[in-house]
């Protein structure tokens, strides 16, 4: 079983940037991951995604696309979000999570993904 830790977060400035990590307890080969965010009050949504393959498939939500990008360090076990330009409505806690699968999918539901990290905030304040 996976485990997977989220770090990166904090409090930064509307305009600003931060990088999220989640390191994965184990190689992340043949697994899809993704992305996903939780403000207070509302249900958890998709952010960005890669599909399985090291060199595959990625994919950003409309909210954050062209802010936000999502990279992958295979050789740490790691995958990054680099959050740009970051907005008051980026507010949330951040998860990554992890699906085990044997296609090249991009997969933007949460419903399928079976690990999931603990989550980190994100504020974004004046």
């Given amino acids: 079983q996976v485990q997977l ?41 998709g952010v960005s995604y890669f599909s399985r393959s090291s060199g595959g498939k990625y994919y950003y939500e409309d909210s954050v696309k062209g802010r936000f990008t999502i990279s992958r360090d295979s050789a740490k076990n790691t995958v990054y979000l680099q959050m740009n330009n970051l907005e008051v409505e980026d507010t949330a806690i951040y998860y990554c999570a992890v699906r085990q699968t044997n296609d090249d999918y991009v997969y933007r539901s949460p ?16």
């Fill in 5 to 45: 830790v989220e770090s990166g977060g904090g409090l930064v400035q509307p305009g600003g940037s931060l990088r999220l990590s989640c390191a994965a307890s184990d190689s992340l080969t043949g697994y899809a991951i993704g992305w996903f965010r939780q403000a207070p009050g509302k249900e958890r949504e």
């Fill in 111 to 126: 419903e399928v993904y079976s690990y999931w990290g603990q989550g980190t905030q994100v504020t974004v304040s004046s």
